[in-house]
C-alpha cells in the first residue's frame, strides 16, 4: 500500500516533530517543519522521509503475500 501526496506529507511532519522531540526540542504544532531551514530540523525532516521510504520498500518486498508466513512461528 503506498501512502496518497497528503497522508505522506503529514506523516512526514509528524514524525520528523517526534524526532526532534527526542532530541530536546518542542515546535508548535502549526509549525511546518518541512520548510525549516535549521540543520537539525532538516534532519528531522530527512529522517521522517526516509524512514517512510524504508517502510514503503519493506511493504513492496512483501506485496506478494498478504499474510505472514506463521507455520515456523507456530507449528501445529
Known sequence: MELGYFQKDVLIEKLAKKFYAIQGYV???SYRMQSATHPAERACVAM???AIEEFESIKDEGSDDDEYETDCLFPE
Request: negative net charge; glycine residues 0%; aromatic residues 16%.
Open 27 to 29: 515546535v508548535p504544532e
Open 48 to 50: 521522517a522521509i526516509f
